[in-house]
């Protein structure tokens, strides 16, 4: 990779800097958004409330395995933005051959456990429309080996500070996501199968595109297979840092499961609701997640400087900004969350659950932007055994808990409220994290 298409985060005007940053991933999410999104959207209008919930169910599995993939690629991308940050040239490309090899691994051993344990998987979480989400989360599963390469080479590249070929990549396979949407489903007719396929024939060709970028610029990356190797070294370290990550992300996704269940024994209408009430939300929150992934590449590049002031600076100009952009999101959805139900389904009782849910879980967006900075704090330190137990904290001890309490006070109106509330509790907590200074210790050096 070329200096020029490298970017040292360790210096300028902070805010600007980290908007900068920022947006090519914001507008990378946007469009990985768009996978699941548009066949939420085309399954509302083509296929109805049995392939919304199919769709949805199926696609809080595979969050699981995505989530695992972000979270032990992170930790690759942390080491290397330390290497960078500390002009370790040597290691950082080591760092960047085992994380390659070691998700080559973890994609083939994902795609079988998925491919094999769908139908067990879904009969446990109670999905309504079995047999087309057993179909979607079998097709998905072909795609979680370039799901799992994919993540890698992002990783890679945010690492050196580059937000902006990952962004291409994704607008890439975005466009021909909805293309093809259309075509197997709007055109051909083959209902959630044709949405299945569509989003795994994306995700192939987003990694494709991603991988020839860094084949392009080999002075970063050298794809060669004698010096593709699994160093012991950089793996612990990427494991040490990757594990807990994964776990933390995981966490939130197993909890995210058990509202699903939850929710799935009101019947299809609320289980289609609750899904379109999510993908809304997901799109809300893709201004918090890019202020989240930003933070936490400036701050690798910024601790391996040994800029301890600025770090702190960015953490608290990442939380002004994201409160602002949660506010807006807030009023937008008050205003107009009826709307941007109705526009993914027909069906009144649906769009009733879904308007419901979001205009209550909507307010937790403003404590998602504080507690996603302090855990990106933590992450870009290489401690994600502190990301790891706050969201165990929010997702298990408070989420999971109080959704059953609230339930039986309020039936699926208190579902909602405690999802809403759970994040709270993670707010203090960070605060306390970023104050006690124990995110100054080196790793890169271990």
Do not use: H
Request: hydrophobic letters at 50%; glycine letters at 8%.
């Amino acid at each position: 990779m070329s200096k020029s298409k490298q970017r040292n985060l360790t210096e300028g005007n902070v805010a600007k800097m980290l908007i900068i940053f920022a947006f090519p991933l914001l507008i990378s999410n946007m469009f990985q958004s768009l996978y699941s999104l548009v066949d939420i959207l085309i399954a509302g209008k083509f296929i109805g409330s049995n392939g919304i919930s199919a769709i949805n169910n199926s696609s809080q599995v595979i969050l699981i395995i995505t989530k695992i993939a972000v979270g032990i690629t992170q930790g690759g991308n942390i080491i290397i933005g330390q290497y960078f940050g500390a002009k370790e040239e040597a290691k950082k490309k080591n760092a960047i051959g085992t994380l390659t090899i070691l998700s080559f691994f973890l994609g083939i051993l994902s795609t079988v456990v998925f491919y094999f344990g769908a139908e067990p998987i879904l009969i446990k979480l109670g999905a309504p429309a079995l047999e087309e989400a057993k179909t979607y989360l079998q097709i998905c599963a072909i795609g979680l080996l370039f799901v799992w390469m994919y993540n890698a080479f992002s990783g890679i590249l945010r690492a050196m500070g580059n937000s902006k070929l990952p962004m291409r990549c994704v607008m890439v396979s975005s466009v021909i996501n909805i293309i093809l949407d259309y075509i197997f489903v709007a055109v051909l007719g083959m209902g959630t199968a044709g949405a299945a396929w569509a989003t795994m024939i994306s995700q192939v060709i987003s990694c494709m595109v991603a991988f020839s970028f860094l084949l392009a610029n080999k002075s970063s990356f050298d794809f060669e297979l004698p010096k593709m190797r699994v160093k012991g070294s950089e793996t612990k370290k990427i494991f040490r840092l990757g594990i807990p990550s994964a776990i933390q992300m995981t966490i939130a996704g197993f909890s995210w499961l058990f509202v699903t269940f939850m929710i799935n024994k009101y019947g299809m209408d609320a289980s289609a609701g609750n899904g379109i009430s999510i993908k809304i939300k997901d799109m809300c929150q893709l201004l918090l997640m890019a202020l989240n992934l930003a933070t936490s590449s400036m701050v690798a590049q910024n601790l391996g400087a040994k800029k301890y002031d600025r770090v702190m600076e960015i953490v608290n100009t990442a939380i002004k900004i994201n409160l602002i952009l949660a506010t807006c999101t807030i009023i937008l959805c008050q205003i107009f969350g009826g709307s941007m139900v109705a526009f993914f389904s027909n069906n009144p009782a649906a769009i009733a659950a879904g308007t419901l849910n979001l205009k209550i879980e909507i307010f937790g967006q403003l404590f998602y932007a504080v507690f996603l900075i302090y855990n990106s704090l933590s992450i870009g330190a290489g401690q994600s055994e502190f990301a790891m137990f706050n969201s165990f904290l929010n997702c298990i001890l408070v989420r999971v808990v109080l959704c059953i309490i609230f339930e039986k006070l309020w039936g699926l109106t208190g579902i909602y409220v405690a999802c809403m509330i759970a994040t709270f509790v993670s707010c203090p907590v960070g605060w306390l994290y970023a104050r006690s200074g124990c995110w100054k210790r080196d790793i890169v050096s271990k």
